[in-house]
């Protein structure tokens, strides 16, 4: 190969080009060409910074704007060539932009490495994706709320072990997972003000004797303020690292729910229908509708967990600073925030269209002696008994109601005084399942009334 075949870019030390297996494991351009509006919006800040501190003419940070934009233009557009040979996407922007304004986009990269174009072109899209993603866990969340609001006083069984343990209300059950999505959100955002800081003008790795203003171009990105290390500011990715844990955790939760959708649509259960917007049916069995959409929501935490211990796996042992090692960084974190979107959306569609069947809830709720606890705290009130002696006796009554399948209402109170005499009429108050939830009016209790509570609280908060 001659000279001329090696990199416009980096070859000046280079006789000759790369073999062809080398382009291929170093080029980045098959993905990182989604951070192409990052590095244009990255880059007209650093130029606009390099005229104003007199390290390039007016006349050509002009020009290298400018230019940037019709790059842009043309990579929305589609109009784009993009080159496996020009590695990644700060390369393919700057040939280019050479092409369009001539050797003055030679000027561009003065005081700047790839190392902190790259730190902070990917910083920028996580922090959007941040945002992105905060906008669609608002929409899931008032989705939640809607079922909530529609059935705060519903009940149903609520579950421990997946055995029927003590009825609760629909809106209590719905307004768990906004409790579990607000803290996902908190996450979010906390993750986002730790990464809020500028790698630009760290260059390499040691900063630059060119009098730079990293104020300046942090300002103009919306940073809080520039990176204060320059070796730690270009081999940091705990802002990636963070936004896969979050991402984790909020795919965790996702799972669960999904996981209750596909048991609660099952014939079994019955407790909600599911819309046929977000269901398939079988290609061989007529009568089955299947919960597709919940049963993908529910793996997503696979790869979305995955591409976290991907990146860290990666990051484990880095010595500083920039190592190309580096460049996978970017895929699990690409990966993960499609899937994680995608979940959610779906998620978001399911809830919206979700038909709770309130009879099935109500009638299910009263199966399994749920309010044999209910039972128990009555004779510690009523009759004084020590909490050991009241759970027995209800064991008891337990017993003999299974026995004869029959639900601790039917029992009758000859019944009920054979097993305790100090047991009276009043006992059936409280073996209602009504009764049972509207007791539970301790603060974060299952009661309509704390329910609604929540609910009037989460709508302000969203609103
Ligand atoms: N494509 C590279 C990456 O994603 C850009 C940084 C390259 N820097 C370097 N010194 N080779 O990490």
Redesign the pocket.
């Known amino acids: 190969m001659t000279k001329d075949s090696s990199n416009q870019m980096w070859g000046g030390r280079f006789s000759a080009g790369p073999d062809a297996i080398m382009e291929a494991i170093n080029a ?1 351009i098959g993905f ?1 060409q989604r951070m192409a509006a990052q590095d244009i919006r990255g880059s007209r800040a650093h130029a606009a910074m390099l005229a104003r501190t007199g390290i390039l003419t007016d006349k050509d940070a002009e020009a290298i704007r400018e230019g940037l934009l019709t790059v842009l233009s043309e990579i929305e557009g589609g109009t784009f060539q993009f080159s496996a040979a020009l ?2 996407i ?1 390369m393919n922007v700057e040939a280019r932009l050479t092409e369009i304004v001539g050797p003055a986009a030679g000027r561009l990269h003065t005081a700047r ?3 902190d ?2 730190a902070l072109d990917f910083r920028l899209w996580v922090r959007d994706q941040l945002d992105a993603l905060d906008a669609a866990l608002v929409k899931l969340m008032q989705a939640c709320l809607a079922q909530a609001r529609a059935g705060a006083d519903w009940v149903m069984p609520g579950f421990t072990h997946l055995q029927v343990a003590q009825p609760v209300t629909w809106g209590h059950h719905m307004m768990s997972y906004v409790e579990m999505l607000g803290r996902d959100r908190s996450r979010l955002a906390d993750a986002r003000k730790r990464m809020n800081e500028s790698p630009l003008g760290a260059a390499a790795l040691a900063g630059t004797s060119f009098p730079i203003d990293r104020d300046m171009t942090a300002e103009a990105l919306g940073f809080d303020r520039p990176a204060a290390n320059s070796l730690d500011a270009v081999s940091d990715r705990d802002f990636a690292l963070e936004f896969l844990s979050a991402a984790s955790i909020c795919a965790m939760h996702l799972s669960r729910l999904a996981e209750e959708l596909v048991i609660w649509s099952s014939a079994q259960f019955r407790f909600v229908t599911l819309s046929d917007r977000f269901s398939t049916g079988s290609s061989i069995m007529p009568q089955k509708k299947n919960p597709d959409a919940a049963e993908l929501i529910r793996a997503k935490i696979g790869r979305i967990l995955g591409n976290t211990v991907s990146l860290f796996t990666v990051m484990k042992g880095l010595p500083l600073t ?1 190592s ?1 090692d ?2 996978e960084d ?1 895929e699990p974190v690409f990966e993960a925030a499609d899937n994680l979107m995608l979940a959610i959306a779906a998620m978001e569609g399911m809830m919206s269209d979700l038909t709770a069947n309130r009879e099935v809830l109500e009638a299910a709720a009263a199966s399994g002696f749920s309010t044999a606890t209910d039972l128990a705290d009555w004779l510690v009130r009523e009759l004084d008994l020590p909490f050991r002696e009241a759970h027995h006796v209800t064991g008891t009554l337990v017993g003999l109601a299974e026995k004869t399948g029959r639900d601790l209402p039917d029992l009758t109170l000859e019944e009920m005084t054979g097993v305790h005499g100090g047991i009276h009429e009043g006992v059936y108050g409280v073996l209602g399942v009504q009764n049972s939830v509207a007791s539970r009016t301790s603060y974060g209790g299952t009661a309509p009334v704390r329910v609604r509570e929540q609910i009037a609280l989460w709508e302000a908060l969203l609103a």
């Open positions: 980045s990182d590695e990644d700060h490495s790839r190392n174009q790259v920039y190309k580096m460049q970017k």
